[in-house]
């Protein structure tokens, strides 16, 4: 191989991994649109795997990129990603009376998940264990709230910040409107 292949295959797990984060897609969802198996995605997002052109071909159509333009020279260095408010992900129908923005990149999910979560009167978000050993960071920007994980139960008021086990059952309750800034992570 010469040094120019070595920096195509250098920079194509980044540049795929780059492109799937622009279209806010999942690994699930890239593997659904290209045929590609999810592990497989995941193997040469990692650059533990290296496509086949059909391969690559496959996930650039799904992703709508430039075959191309995935291996042109860029300095990444000098970027920032920005995602407006209107562009970030939420969900709306987990809980109740709340609605939940997740902050971290898609390929976090499962791992280090970042959620800015509101809360309107009688809101709650009820959750069953996660992973073994999994933890909650919960901060409160707004209002006041009520978390239980397994037996034990804290009130906590803006400013306040809890840690607390995500790996047995657990919820967070607010009596009336209320914002929290919540750290999930998985073990």
Request: proline content about 4%; some cysteine.
């Amino acid at each position: 191989m010469t040094d120019n292949t070595d920096d195509i295959l250098t920079r194509l797990p980044a540049r795929l991994k780059e492109a799937r984060r622009a279209k806010g897609l999942s690994l699930e969802a890239v593997a659904n649109l290209s045929g590609v198996s999810r592990s497989m995605v995941s193997q040469i997002e990692r650059g533990e795997s290296s496509p086949t052109i059909s391969t690559l071909w496959n996930l650039t159509r799904a992703l709508q990129v430039d075959f191309a333009g995935l291996l042109e020279e860029a300095n990444t260095a000098d970027q920032i990603e920005v995602l407006r408010k209107v562009e970030v992900p939420s969900i709306d129908n987990m809980g109740q009376n709340c609605r939940i923005r997740i902050l971290s990149p898609p390929e976090e999910a499962g791992g280090h998940e970042v959620y800015d979560i509101e809360f309107d009167t009688d809101g709650a978000l009820t959750s069953q264990p996660h992973a073994r050993g999994a933890r909650e960071q919960l901060t409160v920007l707004e209002g006041a709230v009520r978390v239980t994980s397994g037996s034990a139960s804290r009130d906590l008021k803006q400013g306040d910040t809890a840690r607390y086990a995500a790996d047995v059952a657990h919820s967070i309750v607010a009596d009336s409107p209320a914002r929290v800034f919540l750290i999930v992570k998985n073990a």
